[in-house]
C-alpha cells in the first residue's frame, strides 16, 4: 500500500496534482516504517538483508530531502549508489551459484526443549 501511495504521488507530481508532496512524503515514510518493521521481527537476518535495510534507509530518506530541497550530499547519493549495486551483485551471485540466501547462513542450532 505504501509503494502505491509513493506512486500516486509520483503520478500527482507529473500531472502536476495537488498533494503531490504529500503523497510522497507519506509513501516514502510509510516504506522506511514498514520496511524497518519486517527487518525487526525477521529471525533470521543476513548481510544481505542490512544492505537492503540500508539502501532503503539511505535512498529514501535522500530522495525526501530532494522534496524538501534541502541541499544533498553527494556522498549520501555515492552510498546509495553503492549500496544498490552491492544488492544486485550479491543476488546476481546467489542465482548463478544456484543457492537460496538461507543456505549461506549458518544455521543455529535450537535448544532442547528439557532446558527451556
Do not use: C
Request: charged share 20%; hydrophobic share 50%; net charge neutral.
Amino acid at each position: 500500500m505504501a509503494v502505491g501511495i509513493l506512486g500516486l504521488g509520483l503520478i500527482f507530481r507529473t500531472l502536476r496534482l495537488p498533494y503531490s508532496f504529500i503523497l510522497q512524503i507519506f509513501g516514502s515514510s510509510a516504506i522506511i516504517i514498514a520496511y524497518l518493521l519486517f527487518y525487526i521481527r525477521y529471525t533470521r537476518k543476513s548481510t544481505l538483508d542490512s544492505f537492503k535495510l540500508g539502501w532503503i534507509l539511505v535512498f529514501l530518506s535522500e530522495r525526501m530531502l530532494s522534496l524538501m530541497h534541502f541541499p544533498i550530499p553527494l556522498v549520501l547519493k555515492n552510498i546509495s549508489s553503492l549500496l544498490i549495486f552491492t544488492v544486485y551483485f550479491w543476488v546476481a551471485k546467489l542465482e548463478l551459484s544456484g543457492r537460496d540466501q538461507s543456505e549461506i547462513e549458518e544455521l543455529q542450532e535450537e535448544l532442547p526443549e528439557d532446558i527451556l
